[in-house]
């Protein structure tokens, strides 16, 4: 367990000034701009949050100005804290990737792994292929009996 401990927050620059011209990633529907001019990383709320402190600065989202206003103040009657939580983990999970796919943080990732030995064989065209039966066997094509059909026949 992680003991409750006053610490330095982390600060970025580099990862603040990343969200500028990126897309939003909060995305609340009915709010959202969609207008990456006005986008900047808007700070969650994590452990490192409180006491007059900001969260760390990798606890950011890019979010469009209309968003983090409503993330920051606007949500509240509007949707559930459920719902809220859910946009920003989607949030979080989306500017983590873009952060990635720009080199601003590195993820180590797997080898990738090698394909089939053996490679899948080409189809049959249609007229050479086997008709599929919807019921079984075409010699077995008796009508499906449910459990109401039965409780109807003992009566």
């Known amino acids: 367990m992680i003991a409750n401990f006053r610490r330095e927050p982390f600060r970025s620059r580099k990862l603040l000034d990343s969200a500028r011209g990126q897309p939003c990633t909060l995305e609340f ?33 890019h979010a469009c100005d209309r968003c983090h206003m409503f993330m920051d103040h606007g949500w509240v009657g509007k949707m559930s804290v459920a719902l809220l939580r859910w946009h920003i983990i989607r949030a979080m999970q989306r500017t983590i990737r873009n ?16 394909s089939r030995a053996k490679p899948t064989p080409p189809r049959k065209p249609k007229e ?8 079984g066997f ?16 003992r009566v």
Do not use: W, Y
């Open 29 to 61: 529907v009915g709010i959202c701009s969609h207008d990456p001019e006005t986008t900047i990383s808007a700070h969650i709320h994590d452990e490192s949050f409180g006491k007059g402190m900001k969260a760390d600065d990798f606890s950011t989202v």
């Open 99 to 114: 952060r990635v796919e720009r080199d601003l943080i590195f993820i180590p990732q797997d080898a990738p792994t090698p």
């Open 128 to 135: 050479k292929r086997q008709p599929i039966h919807s019921r």
């Open 138 to 153: 075409p010699e077995q094509s008796r009508p499906l009996r449910s459990r109401n059909n039965l409780r109807k026949e």
